[in-house]
């Protein structure tokens, strides 16, 4: 499985930013996608997930109301619709492809993309 993570950048407070993780190799639409973000000095951390089949999506409290996560199945494409950017979003951003387990540790996933940067000044 390759992810390929796009679309981050340098964006000012309040902006909007969507990423894009294209999946190539042998998906699994068995389990699903995340996203999680990783800035300088902290712990990666959850960022959003789902299903490839539907059903719930699951946000960070940190993000709800502001991001979305979507997806194109016949594209094997997630996004990541980030809106009202704050600094504190600033970090790499990570996807990856789910095994099991729960959906917010990074540990249940075990396909990863190559991180795609977004900066939010202030």
């Known amino acids: 499985v390759q992810l390929q993570a796009s679309g981050g950048g340098l964006v000012q407070a309040g902006g909007s930013l969507r990423l894009s993780c294209a999946a190539s190799g042998r998906t699994d639409s068995n389990y699903g996608m995340g996203w999680f973000r990783q800035a300088p000095g902290k712990e990666r951390e959850f960022v959003a997930g789902?299903?490839?089949?539907?059903?719930?999506?699951y946000y960070a409290d940190s993000v709800k109301g502001r991001f979305t996560m979507s997806r194109d199945n016949a594209k094997n494409t997630v996004y990541l619709q980030m809106n009202s950017l704050k600094p504190e979003d600033t970090a790499v951003y990570y996807c990856?492809?789910?095994?099991?387990?729960?959906?917010?540790?990074?540990?249940?996933?075990?396909?990863w993309g190559q991180g795609t940067q977004v900066t939010v000044s202030s």
């Open positions: 990856a492809q789910r095994r099991g387990g729960s959906y917010y540790g990074a540990d249940s996933y075990g396909y």
């Open positions: 789902f299903s490839w089949s539907g059903g719930t999506t």
